[in-house]
């Protein structure tokens, strides 16, 4: 199959997401796969011309190696307001183009506006389109303002498009809600390297590369660092003392919008040797830096973006045998329930002491262990079968 990938992220910059772990499996399988995308972090990057020109490359892979993705990324303008208004335009010309050009069997979706036009167009060319949502997208847009605007165009493409994919089963019912017929709706739950992460080795050097010693309590958190996270809560809890006599740690991988907000609590609280912040690193770290936690923590606010998502970094905890103390979200608890290796608090600033007492009473292994049993079902093998089975059987049917 050619599969058109339709996102208004980066593919390079952002993830590893659910979309780089299906794509770059489904290439591997002789898949053509073309991404056109958006570079969303321009303003982070400094000054840069107002004008970025169309380019096309290879990206290099994220998670499976020779893996070869195409990526195509449009004509934008680096003003605010100026870059999503461009892309209507830029994005609209660009999936034309490649509708001639690439003549693609089926249509994937992940963003708002220009999975609109992409759905358009594919009706009218009679190609399928599937809208995969890891997110309540308009939930996403940061300017208010426009977030209503949002709501009403992805509900457009919930109910257009020839299949809806969601991560959980939460986030399926928000997509019937906002209109999707229950017969065009499927969950593709987020997948796992159980391998990559079963007994990596290499947390001790870890530890030791970043001056944390083997009696500490390692809380560990990695992945992109928002507003609502909850990691300037977690690092208010360390100021304040908590866990000091339990020597509790955390060990931050990520970057992102409140990263320089983190690092400034840190530096006032002189917290340097209870906060270690590491910028992202390769992916094929990450399993020696969970190696070298105790627990990891998802201590987000409850916030409605949060509220109906699983962040795919809750799997690779869990299947890396670490217990996860995490913020009690509605989409989490119904994905993990009770006893799975996910002890849930009501707040950020409960995360320190609840993974203080969980060292204490000695069962981070035990629930490490249940964790990892509860995920072994993710494995990204056979969620990737179904995804192409998914896709096949639309492109199967188009040609009845």
Same mark, same amino acid.
């Given at each position: 199959?050619?599969?058109?990938?339709?996102?208004?992220?980066?593919?390079?910059?952002?993830?590893?997401?659910?979309?780089?772990?299906?794509?770059?499996?489904?290439?591997?399988?002789?898949?053509?796969?073309?991404?056109?995308?958006?570079?969303?972090?321009?303003?982070?990057?400094?000054?840069?011309?107002?004008?970025?020109?169309?380019?096309?490359?290879?990206?290099?892979?994220?998670?499976?190696?020779?893996?070869?993705?195409?990526?195509?990324?449009?004509?934008?303008?680096?003003?605010?307001?100026?870059?999503?208004?461009?892309?209507?335009?830029?994005?609209?010309?660009?999936?034309?183009?490649?509708?001639?050009?690439?003549?693609?069997?089926?249509?994937?979706?992940?963003?708002?506006?220009?999975?609109?036009?992409?759905?358009?167009?594919?009706?009218?060319?009679?190609?399928?389109?599937?809208?995969?949502?890891?997110?309540?997208?308009?939930?996403?847009?940061?300017?208010?303002?426009?977030?209503?605007?949002?709501?009403?165009?992805?509900?457009?493409?919930?109910?257009?498009?020839?299949?809806?994919?969601?991560?959980?089963?939460?986030?399926?019912?928000?997509?019937?809600?906002?209109?999707?017929?229950?017969?065009?709706?499927?969950?593709?739950?987020?997948?796992?390297?159980?391998?990559?992460?079963?007994?990596?080795?290499?947390?001790?050097?870890?530890?030791?590369?970043?001056?944390?010693?083997?009696?500490?309590?390692?809380?560990?958190?990695?992945?992109?660092?928002?507003?609502?996270?909850?990691?300037?809560?977690?690092?208010?809890?360390?100021? @304040?003392? !908590?866990?000091? =006599?339990?020597?509790?740690?955390?060990? *931050?991988? %990520?970057?992102?919008?409140?990263? $320089?907000?983190? /690092?400034?609590?840190?530096?006032?609280?002189?917290?340097?040797?209870?906060?270690?912040?590491?910028?992202?690193?390769?992916?094929?770290?990450?399993?020696?830096?969970?190696?070298?936690?105790?627990?990891?923590?998802?201590?987000?606010?409850?916030?409605?973006?949060?509220?109906?998502?699983?962040?795919?970094?809750?799997?690779?905890?869990?299947?890396?045998?670490?217990?996860?103390?995490?913020?009690?979200?509605?989409?989490? @608890?119904? !994905?993990?329930? =009770?006893?799975?290796?996910?002890?849930? *608090?009501? %707040?950020?600033?409960?995360?320190? $002491?609840?993974? /203080?007492?969980?060292?204490?009473?000695?069962?981070?292994?035990?629930?490490?262990?249940?964790?990892?049993?509860?995920?072994?079902?993710?494995?990204?093998?056979?969620?990737?079968?179904?995804?192409?089975?998914?896709?096949?059987?639309?492109?199967?049917?188009?040609?009845?």
């Amino acid at each position: 199959m050619r599969i058109l990938v339709l996102q208004e992220s980066d593919w390079v910059d952002r993830g590893p997401h659910q979309s780089h772990h299906l794509f770059e499996r489904l290439s591997q399988r002789g898949h053509r796969i073309r991404v056109v995308d958006f570079e969303i972090g321009w303003r982070a990057r400094g000054k840069l011309p107002p004008l970025l020109l169309r380019k096309e490359f290879i990206a290099k892979p994220k998670v499976i190696e020779r893996a070869e993705v195409e990526v195509v990324r449009p004509t934008a303008i680096r003003l605010a307001y100026l870059d999503y208004a461009s892309i209507i335009w830029t994005h609209e010309l660009e999936i034309r183009h490649q509708l001639r050009e690439f003549r693609p069997d089926i249509l994937v979706g992940l963003g708002i506006l220009n999975a609109f036009s992409g759905i358009r167009q594919a009706r009218r060319a009679g190609i399928p389109f599937v809208y995969y949502l890891i997110d309540e997208l308009h939930r996403l847009v940061s300017q208010p303002a426009l977030s209503g605007l949002a709501r009403v165009i992805e509900q457009a493409n919930i109910r257009r498009a020839s299949l809806v994919l969601s991560i959980n089963q939460t986030l399926r019912d928000y997509t019937i809600a906002m209109g999707a017929r229950p017969w065009r709706t499927e969950v593709l739950p987020a997948g796992v390297d159980l391998g990559r992460y079963g007994a990596a080795p290499g947390g001790s050097n870890v530890r030791l590369r970043h001056g944390l010693r083997p009696e500490d309590l390692v809380l560990f958190f990695m992945g992109w660092v928002y507003p609502f996270s909850g990691l300037r809560e977690v690092a208010a809890s360390l100021v @304040a003392g !908590e866990g000091q =006599e339990a020597r509790a740690r955390l060990l *931050v991988v %990520g970057k992102g919008d409140s990263w $320089s907000d983190l /690092v400034r609590i840190v530096e006032k609280g002189a917290l340097q040797d209870r906060v270690k912040l590491v910028a992202f690193q390769p992916y094929s770290e990450m399993p020696s830096y969970l190696a070298a936690a105790d627990v990891c923590v998802l201590p987000a606010r409850t916030v409605t973006t949060m509220r109906n998502i699983v962040p795919i970094k809750m799997y690779e905890y869990l299947a890396a045998g670490k217990p996860v103390v995490a913020t009690r979200l509605p989409g989490l @608890a119904k !994905e993990f329930g =009770e006893g799975h290796g996910v002890v849930y *608090v009501n %707040g950020p600033e409960q995360v320190v $002491s609840k993974a /203080v007492e969980l060292a204490r009473k000695g069962t981070l292994k035990e629930l490490g262990a249940a964790g990892r049993a509860f995920v072994a079902k993710n494995d990204w093998n056979p969620i990737t079968d179904t995804f192409e089975s998914y896709l096949t059987a639309l492109v199967n049917r188009r040609g009845e």
